[in-house]
């Protein structure tokens, strides 16, 4: 079961162009989403996150924006440079009984990102 | 740089052999995280340390075995592996374990081939 999907495998933007990433959950329990980037050989990088009770978060370049209703998340990017070319991956983590996550992080497949110069 | 690090960033080993992966990290975090990956798959949890204590064991095979020494070192011990188990291995941190937003950071990596 699938919690978290990443329906795009990859995605190709002009330099200077906006990169879109998307991803769509399935569990209502949800509360923290983060976007993590991978480039080859080295390990995911935390890039920005949201809260479940706020719709947009913004860090210079990037804006992740959340749909609760439809259970999507979204990641643009602006304006895309060829050094974003990377894995992105969506996370979410869900809360138990009690308030705490025990720190699980649930990944989508990710999204191969290629910006062309 | 990331401020998670792990060794070694390469690892051979014989189903018969008994290696281990390091991981440490400066930053005053007190849980810590042993991930898998496999080609082209998003990481997998294996275990949380969370004060030093073993606080999630995701069903993951005996022949993995976890260590925190201190709150800054997280072992995995590793012992008569199968070649599936040939994967990239991540540790991550982070401040708290599941309480308030904050994410986990992840080293580099260690990338085991079991042959």
């Known amino acids: 079961d699938q919690q978290v999907k990443q329906n795009s495998p990859s995605l190709s933007v002009q330099e200077g162009r906006i990169s879109i990433l998307n991803c769509d959950y399935t569990?209502?329990?949800?509360?923290?989403f983060l976007w993590y980037k991978k480039y080859p050989a080295e390990g995911p990088t935390f890039l920005i996150s949201?809260?479940?009770?706020?719709d947009k978060n913004e860090d210079g370049r990037f804006t992740v924006f959340l749909n609760k209703s439809a259970k999507h998340l979204s990641l643009h990017i602006v304006p895309s440079q060829p050094g974003d070319s990377a894995v992105y991956f969506c996370?979410?983590?869900?809360?138990?009984?009690?308030?705490?996550?025990?720190?699980?992080?649930?990944f989508g497949q990710g999204t191969i990102l290629t910006v062309h110069p | 740089d990331t401020e998670v690090t792990q060794t070694p960033k390469h690892l051979v080993m014989g189903m018969t052999n008994k290696k281990s992966l390091k991981c440490e990290q400066h930053?005053?975090?007190?849980?810590m995280y042993w991930y898998k990956q496999k080609a082209k798959k998003p990481p997998e949890l294996m275990f949380v340390?969370?004060?030093?204590?073993?606080?999630i064991n995701e069903s993951v095979p005996s022949r993995f075995s976890p260590e925190c020494p201190n709150s800054s070192l997280l072992n995995l011990h590793l012992h008569a592996l199968q070649p599936e188990d040939s994967a990239l291995y991540l540790c991550a941190s982070s401040p708290g374990q599941g309480v308030g937003n904050s994410p986990l950071h992840f080293g580099n990596g260690t990338r085991l081939t079991v042959t």
């Open positions: 569990n209502s329990m949800f509360d923290y």
């Open positions: 949201i809260s479940s009770i706020k």
């Open positions: 996370a979410a983590r869900r809360l138990y009984a009690g308030g705490t996550s025990y720190g699980k992080l649930t």
């Open positions: 340390y969370s004060y030093e204590k073993l606080s």
């Open positions: 930053m005053g975090h007190r849980a």
